[in-house]
Every structure is written in C-alpha cells, then in structure tokens.
C-alpha cells in the first residue's frame, strides 16, 4: 500500500473533496483521482462517495480514514528516529497573518527553503483564524492574545502596540486619557474584541464601540490616519505612520500589555520535525528585529 495513496485520501477525506486536496497538496486533481482510484481498488472497497459538491466519506472511508491518518504519522516519525538530522523532506502547509506576515515572516520562511531545498513548503496568507486540523496545515503562525484551546502553543516572539488617532481626530473629538473615556470615542477594531490597558501592574479591560471594522491591521492603521476614530495597532503597522506625524500616540500613561507571536499546531504526542526547525528559526531570525523582544530559547 502506497504512503501517497494513503496520505492524498485522507487530504481529500478533510477537505471534502479532490479540487481542495489538490491544492493543499500542491499536485493535480488527476493525481490525487489516480491515487484514489488506486488506494480503493488495492482494498476493494469505496472509500469515498463522489458528489456535484466534492466527496464524501462513505461507512467504510469513515472507518480508514482514522487508521489512515495514524499510519501517515507513524511513517514520519519512523523517518525522524532514523534522519534526525539533515535535509527536511515532505511538505510543510503554514497559516500566517496577512497584516504581519509579508514583511516579517514571510523572510524566515524563505530562509527554510533556502537551508532544506527538498522541503516543499506552502504558505496561506490571511488574518482569519483557520482550523489547522480541518483545513489541513501543518501548525500556523499567529499575533496577539490567544484564547484558551486544545492546540499546542509555543512563543517565538513579543510585539508591542500602542493607542493612536490621527491629528485630525485628535482636533476634532479629543484625545481620550483614561480607559473609562474611550466609550465615548470611535474605536476602530478587527471585530467585538475587548481593549486591555495597563495600569501599572494591573490590567483594566473595556469593550469599545465603534462604526468601523476590518480584519487587517494594515486597513485600521489607514482607517485610523483618515481620522476615523482611535486603533490598538502593533508599533510594527503603524511606525512608518508615526514617524510621518499621520498618526499620534494617545493614552500613553495606560499603555497595552505586550502580545505574543506564537506557532499553533494540532494537538499530538511530538511535533513534527518540520514545525521544530521553522519554531526555532523563527526564533533565531525574530531577535533580530528590533520591534520585536523574541523570547529565550
């Protein structure tokens, strides 16, 4: 029995049909249909039920593709025990946010392809959060304050923020000075999320309200420099907007807590060697930059 076969039918298993395991696998939809076709011959069974939709697991698919799975990951780290060193091989599938991503990550992950030349790595860029296990990836880079689940967590860096409005707003509406005064401001945000500040030691939480929301940082720093209500930004969006007077530090005296850069991955005993080598090196390459304290090894 083929590893490919076995792989390729739990890619289309997830995904839900043989167009998105074709692309998350980076090969041709009549691969993936030859391994298929294949895989359920060699066991004389359908795996798989062929809709105007996609494909779905039928009874006997629904019970492999589990076994299938496990056999995948056995299989690698079988291939870890013995080559724990040396070239990465496979493929590695990371989610990244679109705001952060470009400027300061996208450079590590060109630099993994350049250190392991037969390593296929495929990136998705986005700032929403995706399901690792559902949509296939490998583990996925993100920004900010996580909430509590059952995916693993390591910290491979720190990213400082800051309050801003544009001189404009600032003229027109005030600046606010104490956290209690931002609910009679705009707010411009990614969604419902709750605005944390600093007082000292401790922590004051408050809900903002405001008109204005976007899931990119890079289109509520703009929002923000057009005068429309104050943002919450990471200083890497926003510095270039600073230091050209577009936009203005407020609330300096209750400033946010620091967030975290993070690689999530699926819950499971081991990660895989390729999530190891891409965590430590984004570790080795984020301490280099200087709007971001990477944590200690």
Sequence with gaps: ??????????EVADA??????????????????????????ELGVQLLARTTRGAALTEAGAAFRDHAARVGAEID?????????GDLTGRLRVA????????????????LARRHPKLHIHSSYSDRFVDLIAEGFDCAIRVGHLQDSNLVVRRVGVIHGKFLASPAYVEAHGAPEA??????????????????FMDGDKTITVNPQGRYKAD??????????????VAWLPDC???????????????????PPSAGVYVIRPPGQHPSRKVRVLTELLIECLVEDPRLAAVER
Excluded: C
């Excluded at 780290?77 to 060193?85: D, G, H, L, N």
């Excluded at 956290?179 to 944390?196: F, K, R, V, Y």
């Excluded at 990119?216 to 720093?221: P, Q, R, V």
């Design 1 to 10: 029995m083929d590893i490919d076969d076995l792989r390729t039918f739990v």
């Design 16 to 41: 839900g049909g043989v167009s998105a395991a074709a692309r998350r696998l980076g090969v041709s939809k009549s691969i993936v249909s030859r391994r298929l076709f294949r895989l359920e011959a």
């Design 77 to 85: 780290a079988a291939r870890e025990t013995i080559q724990p060193t």
């Design 96 to 111: 990244i946010p679109l705001t952060f991503g470009p400027t300061h990550l996208a450079p590590v992950l060109a630099e």
């Design 179 to 196: 956290p209690d005064e931002i609910a009679s401001h705009q707010a411009l945000m990614q969604g419902t999320e709750a605005w944390q």
């Design 216 to 229: 990119n940082g890079i289109a509520l720093a703009a929002a923000a420099a057009a005068g429309l209500g």
């Design 237 to 255: 969006v926003t510095d270039a907007y600073v230091a050209s007077g577009a936009l203005v530090p407020i609330m300096t005296r209750y400033p």
